[in-house]
């Protein structure tokens, strides 16, 4: 099992930033790729970014354009999604999610295990 903690949510206003925290526990965290993941209400969750075993490769969705960066840090057991330039369309509840695949998978049915969500409001 593996246990997901996110934190660093909350108001910002449009072009503002946000810098967003996952903490991991209960299993090796460096064998698990990670992703970040986002739901507005009455949508979808959506992908927004992955990264590596390693953190040598990531991956982000078409409408982040460059604004968000997704890292991590093994040594803390931690992955991070640092946001700048954010849109009201931004607005959302954003979700950590675990993989044991080695892949970067964009399907949030591919990831094992999920944080509860930290509630991010872009205010225009």
């Known amino acids: 099992q593996v246990q997901l903690v996110e934190s660093g949510g909350g108001l910002v206003q449009t072009g503002g930033s946000l810098r967003l925290s996952c903490a991991a526990s209960g299993s090796t965290f460096s064998r698990l790729t990670m992703g970040w993941f986002r739901q507005a209400p009455g949508k979808e969750r959506d992908f927004v970014a992955g990264i590596s075993w390693s953190g040598g490769r990531s991956y982000y969705a078409e409408f982040v354009e460059g604004r968000f960066t997704i890292s991590r840090d093994n040594t803390k057991n931690t992955v991070y999604l640092q946001m700048i330039s954010l849109k009201a369309d931004d607005t959302a509840v954003y979700y950590c999610?675990?993989?044991?695949?080695?892949?970067?998978?964009?399907?949030?049915?591919?990831?094992?295990?999920w944080g509860q969500g930290t509630q991010v409001t872009v205010s225009s």
């Open positions: 999610a675990a993989s044991r695949s080695e892949r970067i998978s964009l399907s949030r049915f591919l990831y094992d295990y």
